[in-house]
């Protein structure tokens, strides 16, 4: 399932060009025209991250964050803060009131996307870890959703060989495993195989559905358990 982003921006303008910009790039994206409704709407879908303007009728930026960081499950929520104002002072405010990365406009997509992708993959790695740590029995269900019950439970059965087979790994994607083991970022990954941080995304996508797991984390520790590469 595709990540969720919130835009909350009142320029309809920018607004639409950094959802069509998110869209193509295989996020799902809502989008609030003001900070009353980025609120409720937060509160609704539960997004995975906020792309936030600061100056915006009802609740500006600050004000948005600031009424997040006070529910306790989205003290983790990443924010973007994207405003005209680039001033030092401007940029504190922001990182007073609990934002991640402070974006001055104009901006080109691909930085607002770099800046996404590598906040999105350390708050799946945090909650990961939160929900790893927190229980005592890391092999159950907290870990392993419900919908990879049959793979598990014959998982055990299986010789790392026989369960390689089973996931049906192609050559590139036991390439990016073992690379993904080692701790390499998409990026890291697609410079030593000559090949983009996209087509990277698509081959750990993939991994991910094969094994049916939640994120990286839990596909690196199932991948070390049964001894995938």
Partial sequence: MPLLILVAEDDPAIRLSVTDYLELNGYSVIAA????????????????????????????????????RKLPQYRLLPVILLSERGATTERILGYQAGCDMYLPKPFQMEELGAIMRNLLERSQIIHSELRFSQNDHPESATII????????????????????????????????LKLLMEGHSNIEIGQRLHLSHRTIEKYV?????????????????????????
């Fill in 145 to 176: 959703p419900p919908d990879s019950k049959k793979l598990s439970d014959t998982s055990d059965n299986l010789n790392p060989q026989e369960l390689q087979n089973k996931l049906e790994l192609t050559k590139r994607e036991e390439e990016v």
């Fill in 205 to 229: 996508s993939s991994l991910l559905r094969k094994s049916e797991r939640n994120n990286r984390i839990e596909l690196i520790r199932y991948a070390m358990e049964y001894h995938l590469v």
């Fill in 33 to 68: 025209e003001n900070g009353e409704q980025a609120l409720s709407m937060v509160e609704r879908y539960h997004p995975h991250l906020l792309i936030s303007d600061i100056k915006m009728p009802q609740k500006n930026g600050y004000e948005l964050i600031k009424n997040i």
